[in-house]
Nanobody
Framework: DVQLQASGGGLVQAGGSLRLSCAAS????????IGWFRQAPGKEREGVSC????????YYSDSVKGRFTISRYNAKNTVYLQMNSLKPDDTAVYYC???????????????????????WGKGTLVTVSS
């Protein structure tokens, strides 16, 4: 079975950092793009970042660009999301997901990571205090 497990969440003060991990199994990891998404109470699910399978291209939503960094270590079937300069608005349950390619919409200078990826794992809670 396809398994995706996000971990690394916790409580952090505004301005602090966390690194999330997404551990994958049950599919050919190297062939899949991995995305990070989040959902806060009362808000729609939001695409955060994505990393491609082929050339390692990375994408970020405008709300996290410059603060978050996505990377992958294929030998460990793991994708990371380094989150710096955290804000209270970053508080959410964070999920990782997999698909054949990153679902990116770019209009002008704006970027959206769309939510229609095929495989989803359980999330990890990130709480940023003010």
């Amino acid at each position: 079975d396809v398994q995706l497990q996000a971990s690394g969440g916790g409580l952090v003060q505004a301005g602090g950092s966390l690194r999330l991990s997404c551990a994958a199994s049950g599919f050919t990891f190297d062939d899949y793009a991995i995305g990070w998404f989040r959902q806060a109470p009362g808000k729609e699910r939001e695409g955060v970042s994505c990393i491609s399978s082929t050339d390692g291209s990375t994408y970020y939503s405008d709300s996290v660009k410059g603060r978050f960094t996505i990377s992958r270590y294929n030998a460990k079937n793991t994708v990371y999301l380094q989150m710096n300069s955290l804000k209270p608005d970053d508080t959410a349950v964070y999920y990782c997901a997999a698909d054949t390619r990153c679902p990116i919409l770019t209009i002008g200078t704006q970027t959206w990571v769309l939510s229609g990826m095929d495989y989803w794992g359980k999330g990890t809670l990130v709480t940023v205090s003010s």
